[in-house]
């Protein structure tokens, strides 16, 4: 069985899902993407196409997009709040462009910790104002 794992799918209008979820997979760019739990921390560009996630005991599918100047659904914002500091600096660097405020508010106390993730989350801040940081 499957180890669950929270899931919030949000467009800017309203939320869409939240809740346990056993694995989810998404359109990337490049193919579909599965994600379990504990799932090493990515950022990776969404395309259109059917977002797929499993609950415990079932399967549900919802709408991706259908094209251009559709809202995004933000899969990152929820992983703000991930007990694994790796992913919540990659879900703030995706996120520094749409949600700059939450983004450098949940990078700011990585920074100033010790170790790899701490490392990323300062060198992310930095090159983010210096506007090196480009992230689509």
Do not use: N
């Amino acid at each position: 069985m499957a180890t669950p794992f929270l899931l919030a799918i949000l467009t800017p209008d309203r939320p869409v899902f939240e809740g346990e979820v056993e694995y989810v997979q998404v359109p990337g760019s490049e193919g579909y993407l599965g994600v379990l739990a504990h799932h090493a921390a990515l950022v990776t560009a969404l395309a259109p196409g059917t977002l797929t996630y499993r609950l415990p005991g079932g399967c549900s599918r919802t709408a991706w997009g259908s094209g251009e100047g559709e809202s995004a659904i933000d899969l990152f914002g929820t992983l703000l709040g991930h007990p694994l500091t790796g992913v919540r600096v990659a879900a703030a660097a995706y996120l520094l462009a749409s949600r700059t405020e939450r983004a450098v508010a949940t990078l700011r106390p990585i920074a100033r910790g010790v170790g790899l993730p701490a490392l990323d989350a300062e060198m992310t801040l930095q090159r983010y104002e210096r506007g090196e940081l480009k992230i689509k």
